[in-house]
């Protein structure tokens, strides 16, 4: 791999990785179809509570099985009503008394893991070498989540890098920054593996931002007190960014805040992002949830109309183009050059 292909923003993304194709609450008994790594997948939940994901596309013409109906556990088409058991298998046809032998459509492999529902969309076979992420602080231990789903018109690449500098934050979302800080330390620990980035820095101490004193709950005379904070961004897979925020006190933390980034290609151009707020903290209202949505929501909408501005900055360029890069962008050039070796490793290059 040469500096350029390096300094190039990929134009496509790994597929042997478990992505996140739905929230769990989306997937019931009727149809969530969806398009996850250009391919077109229906989901389902069983009677027994499984759930079902078969590529959302008949085996007897190009139209989507989501289109027909349930009976029981079976998926009838409604172009011309050949029956699929959940394993894809094509069990019936009206107009003959058996379908063709061995006729099917693919079932993908799905995990259900607290708030989401994760897919292998990869290479047949290929979950069996990996499971998805452990995820522990999005279901128990004393963590609340709340989430969200958007859409967003930029790639796997741009929206991990994104995520892996936050010095972007004292620009765009000053709002967030505590009182006096005005520019985010250096990144002091970056942790490579061959597989996953990391970043950790600490903040210096400072009084809490209006939104720190709302979400923390503490009393008017602590708020007032200054605070310290540690953050650290992690690259946990290509379908997975983790980053934590810790507000810590005299007596310890104040509030621990985790935002889950699960990053699903949708095609090389777009990509959903399902994204969890999950915190803990001693004082902390058990209905903070609808707040901390909404600040992280606000914070999204502006993440998102710069990275749609990056990737159409990325389309218009005839030819690839070297950035140039400053300190801040350790941990993001370093997961640019991962999700280049996964992809050029599933290409044979
Ligand atoms: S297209 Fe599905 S049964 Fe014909």
């Keep these: 791999m040469n500096d350029t292909a390096r300094n190039h923003i990929l134009v496509d993304y790994p597929r042997d990785c478990w992505y996140v194709v739905a929230t769990a609450a989306e997937v019931g008994y009727g149809f969530t179809a969806?398009?996850?790594?250009?391919?077109?997948?229906?989901?389902?939940?069983l009677s027994d509570g499984a759930i079902a994901a078969l590529e959302d596309r008949c085996a007897h013409r190009p139209y989507p099985l989501s289109a027909g109906h349930r009976e029981d556990d079976f998926i009838v088409c409604g172009y011309h009503g050949c029956t699929y058991d959940a394993t894809g298998r094509w069990v019936s046809v009206r107009s003959q008394d058996n379908?063709?032998?061995s006729a099917r459509v693919r079932a993908f492999p799905v995990v259900e893991r607290g708030p989401f529902v994760w897919i292998w969309a990869g290479t047949p076979g290929g979950e069996r070498l990996r499971p998805p992420p452990a995820?522990?602080?999005?279901?128990?231990?004393?963590?609340?989540s709340v989430g969200e789903r958007r859409e967003v018109a930029a790639s796997l690449q741009v929206l991990h890098e994104h995520y892996l500098d936050l010095s972007n934050v004292v620009a765009m979302h000053p709002e967030m920054v505590p009182p006096g800080i005005e520019a985010l330390p250096p990144l002091e620990d970056v942790e490579v593996s061959e597989v996953s980035v990391s970043y950790r820095r600490e903040l210096p101490e400072a009084p809490l931002a209006p939104w720190e004193a709302e979400v923390t709950g503490l009393d008017d005379a602590t708020v007032s007190a200054s605070f310290g904070r540690t953050e650290t961004g992690t690259f946990v897979t290509p379908g997975l960014h983790k980053q934590t925020y810790s507000i810590i006190g005299a007596t310890g933390?104040?509030?621990?805040?985790?935002?889950?980034?699960?990053?699903t290609p949708r095609s090389s151009?777009?990509?959903?992002?399902?994204l969890q707020i999950s915190w803990r903290g001693a004082s902390v209202s058990p209905d903070i949830?609808?707040?901390?949505?909404?600040?992280?929501h606000a914070m999204a909408d502006?993440?998102?109309?710069?990275?749609?501005?990056?990737q159409r900055c990325l389309d218009e360029d005839p030819m690839p183009r070297r950035y140039v890069n400053v300190k801040a962008d350790r941990a993001a050039v370093r997961a640019r050059r991962i999700l280049t070796a996964m992809v050029e490793d599933?290409?044979?290059v």
């Design 34 to 45: 969806r398009r996850v790594l250009d391919t077109s997948v229906v989901l389902f939940r």
């Design 99 to 101: 379908p063709p032998s």
């Design 135 to 144: 995820t522990p602080w999005l279901h128990g231990d004393g963590w609340t």
């Design 253 to 263: 933390p104040a509030l621990e805040l985790v935002r889950t980034h699960g990053f």
């Design 269 to 274: 151009g777009v990509t959903h992002v399902f």
């Design 289 to 296: 949830g609808k707040q901390l949505i909404e600040v992280f």
């Design 302 to 310: 502006r993440d998102i109309a710069v990275l749609e501005t990056v």
């Design 346 to 348: 599933e290409r044979g």
